[in-house]
């Protein structure tokens, strides 16, 4: 499996790191709500087991809380969308990763973003047959950002990997498309993809039939901020029309004692969120010793 990740050797070394440190590492303890307490500490509440069923509620107390919640898929509905053999393009890329388990044979990677083109190789280089790669957008909005290219040398490279891979597998792309209609009875058969205009809207004769048995789909990232929320962190709209949690330099929120890093403030992708958690550790470890 340390073929299909980004960064193995950085994430080795972080476990190693963990193993050897005195951290009490609580995994399958899924936190459900936070409180803080009239002291000022904060109260964890959390489900346990690996599906959150084990009959152990638990509840940490600490002085300060650091969130790395993540974030999760956009999804635009349309007809099919809940047949069996519809997942999301994050969900794919770790099922491959995870279990090494492909969502079908013949598999429609489409949506918007970036991380398409991640998913579409890898399933292609996984075995997996992608008749095509459908993106509502288009590629050009990146080079009218050279500074933002310039700026993440490392996408660039691993974005253009990802096309060569797609050249490799023989996978069409079409862009300014989508996925209109996914036909099937027990599970996915097929779907029809037609253009779209400026506004995602489809143009009318323009629907092409294409046989698979799995559909990838996203639409980009949101920042997972329930937790952060219920607390009364405050949130700002970012770039991308998505809610993040507003954070200082120091990445702690506007709740006193609660610190965020990763994806809770904006996405950003992993360098950015190593680079969070590093400075989020050492403000925290400032403010308690």
């Not at 209609?181 to 489809?202: F, K, L, Q, S, Y």
């Not at 920042?223 to 709209?237: E, K």
Request: aromatic share 4%; with cysteine.
């Amino acid at each position: 499996p340390e073929a299909l990740h980004h960064g193995w050797s950085a994430f080795a070394e972080l476990r190693h790191r963990l193993a050897a440190s005195t951290i009490d590492h609580l995994t399958s303890h899924h936190v459900w709500s936070l409180v803080r307490e009239d002291d000022g500490t904060w109260s964890a509440h959390a489900l346990t087991g690996p599906d959150g069923t084990a009959d152990a509620p638990v509840r940490i107390r600490a002085r300060a809380l650091l969130l790395a919640t993540g974030a999760y898929e956009r999804q635009l509905p349309f007809p099919g969308w809940t047949l069996p053999g519809v997942v999301g393009a994050g969900g794919a890329q770790a099922m491959l990763k995870s279990g090494l388990v492909l969502p079908g044979r013949r598999v429609v990677v489409a949506g918007s973003g970036p991380l398409l083109l991640a998913v579409a190789s890898s399933l292609a280089a996984a075995g997996a047959r992608v008749p095509a790669l459908v993106e509502a957008a288009g590629y050009l909005r990146y080079g009218r950002a050279p500074r933002v290219l310039a700026a993440n040398p490392r996408k660039a490279v691993e974005a253009l990997a990802h096309t060569a891979a797609l050249v490799r597998h023989r996978v069409p792309v079409r862009l300014r498309s989508a996925v209109t209609e996914v036909h099937g009875t027990d599970r996915v058969e097929a779907v029809t993809v037609a253009r779209v205009d400026r506004d995602w809207r489809p143009l009318p004769g323009t629907g092409r039939r294409i046989a698979c048995d799995a559909v990838a789909v996203g639409h980009g990232l949101v920042p997972q901020i329930d937790l952060a929320v219920t607390v009364g962190c405050a949130t700002r709209v970012r770039p991308d029309g998505t809610l993040g949690l507003a954070l200082d330099d120091h990445q702690e929120s506007s709740v006193p004692g609660l610190w965020a890093a990763g994806e809770t403030g904006g996405v950003g992708g992993v360098e950015l969120a190593l680079t969070e958690g590093e400075l989020a550790g050492r403000a925290i470890a400032a403010r308690l010793l």
